[in-house]
């Protein structure tokens, strides 16, 4: 849910505060369970590992989805 683009800045960094809160918030299974359907989704879009796609990716902090399987190490 993003907010709208004129949004002012004050709602901004409310809504961030907010989702901050509810990420941490996250028992370990869910967020096990939001990192495996994002990767899912990653991993069917057309553009995933085609040939001269290079995909950008980063061990994010541990309130963030788990990206690192993805990785081909």
């Known amino acids: 849910m993003l907010p709208p683009p004129n949004t002012p ?21 869910e967020r096990q369970t939001w990192s495996l359907a994002i990767r899912s989704h990653l991993t069917q879009h057309p553009e995933w590992a085609s040939p001269g796609t290079v995909v950008a ?17």
């Open 9 to 29: 800045p004050s709602s901004k960094e409310a809504l961030r505060r907010s989702m901050g809160e509810r990420l941490r918030m996250l028992r370990p299974e």
């Open 57 to 73: 990716m980063f061990g994010g902090l541990a309130s963030e989805p788990d990206l690192l399987p993805l990785l081909p190490w």
